[in-house]
């Protein structure tokens, strides 16, 4: 059995204001029956690992490069991240592709550096609506995802199907439409990678994902949490996606 996992990514947000949401979280959900990653923007990260240190509550990173120092300016690279004491980062999110132009050979470059590092990577991939129109969402979604993910992927690796267009529209994508993405991941990482770390990977889903549509979503066949956005930032939302991914368990 897989263990169930909430990631919360705060993206650009969160200032020294927002890290009692921290302390309220880890204080009202002491001993979750899954497990918790918080990503604040890497201003927050060593202050947010202190805050975790003792408590069932790991922290990541929502970037890193590729190597390990050089002329990369207003980078931060693997090594660095693991000083502040965070544990994972987030790789290859469509913000971060659509907005930087990040290929998924920098992704899978990214990811390499990161494992090197001692950091577990969540590696994202997700079509967008034109994709989604015609038709075309399961091959550019698993040729995304297997394209950026190194060969020595293993089993601690996390990755996250993020429907461009669920992503913060409050429009998640249906339980059958889930439930078919992820099965295919599953097999598309199968056929890579072979059945015993593929089985081990947790694949999560993100986009618009609530308390209210969280239990339908944790339900489906071969989701094994989430990963999210905007209802990550309140101790109270996150916490109630907490429980629903509990009960799931
Ligand atoms: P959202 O973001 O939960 O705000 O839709 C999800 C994500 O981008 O990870």
Known sequence: MRPKLLVGNWKMNGTRADLPQIDALVAAHPTPKAEMILCPPATLLGRAAERAQGHALAIGAQDCHGAERGPHTGDISPQMIVETGATHVILGHSERRAEHGESDSWVRAKARAARAAGLTPIVCAGEDLHARQSSNEIDIVTAELLASLPDETDGTTIVAYEPIWAIGSGIAASTEDIAIMHGAIRDALTQRFGETIA???????????????ASSIFAVENVDGALVGGASLLATDFGAILTALEAAT
């Not at 089985?199 to 549509?213: A, C, E, H, T």
């Open 199 to 213: 089985n081990q990977i947790r694949i999560l889903y993100g986009g618009s994902v609530k308390s209210d549509n």
